[in-house]
């Protein structure tokens, strides 16, 4: 009897920690069904022609555009941004901040149409809360122009923002002395998608963030669901370009070197989101600055939901 009783319990043992395995790296369960509305919009704020070549390893001999864009996110009667594209400073703060030699390779295209000023315009506000993938410049550059929000970042982000600097891989001074409410990002939840730990927003599986360290220690992404049941990853720059994932492809060899604090951790990244899309070939991918996905989304006022 107790031989039986001990074989038992090694099996549902067994049979636990395999489960436990399976969630912690394979598929997540689907959010549970809910009323709420969840919807996003890109709003984009500034672009810059470039060659595709310079945005991953093995891009073509071809232009391609790319966009300073922040998203708009709502879930039910709340809204947050993620990311803020650029804001309606960023002329003083490049010219402060961006080293001189670093303007030859990045730039943006006038004009720019701050997104605070596009959500004015639209009748929507006040925004209370901007969460960045990361602490970069054209990511964080709007941020002062919501003096009331809080600012979410990941923990492993603080150095940056802590230690601002005049470099391309730094959080700028002239933008974080324009932040004054930080808010940290709690990973308080379980394995999601393949990464560790998440921070369901809501508790309703919709609007999940996970840590994606590599191009900074700090970068995260958002996994969202929107009413139509669709779902979509937004993955900050990890991949500047959603052309890169279909071979894995890093970063030009001499942006990565420049831009990725990790580059082995980055790598790391861009494959947990191939594993994602292996999963759930539905499964729509949003990098910050590819602005043909974005342009295929549709670009505020369009909402997509």
Known sequence: MLKT?????????????GGWAANAQGETPPPAPSDTRVRFAVVKTASLQTQEWLLFSGGRFAAAETAFSAFLIQHGEDSFLFDTGLGAQVGAQYQAD???????????????????AQLDNAGIGPIRRIIISHAHWDHL??????PDAEVWLAPSEHDLVNQPS???G???????????????????????EGFEVSHDLYGDGRAVLVPMPGHTAGSVGL???VESGRRYFFVG?????????????????????????????TQV?????????????QLIVVPAHDANVHAALGLFPAWVE
Do not use: C
């Open 141 to 146: 550059s709007g941020a002062p122009d919501f």
């Open 170 to 192: 730094g959080a700028w001074p002239s933008q974080v002395s324009g932040v004054t409410r930080w808010k940290d990002i709690r990973f308080d939840g379980p394995a999601h």
């Open 223 to 225: 996994f969202l669901t």
């Open 5 to 17: 009783l001990i074989a038992a319990l090694a099996l549902a043992a067994t049979l636990a920690a």
């Open 269 to 281: 990244a861009i494959e947990r989101i191939r594993a994602a899309m292996a999963r759930d070939p």
């Open 237 to 265: 720059d990890v991949v500047w370009n959603a052309g890169a994932l279909k071979h894995g492809a890093a970063k030009h060899w001499l942006a990565r070197q420049l831009v990725d604090q990790d580059v082995d951790q």
């Open 98 to 116: 961006m080293p001189g030699w670093s303007q030859l390779f990045f730039r943006y295209d006038a004009p720019v149409q701050p997104v605070k």
């Open 166 to 168: 005049q470099r391309v």
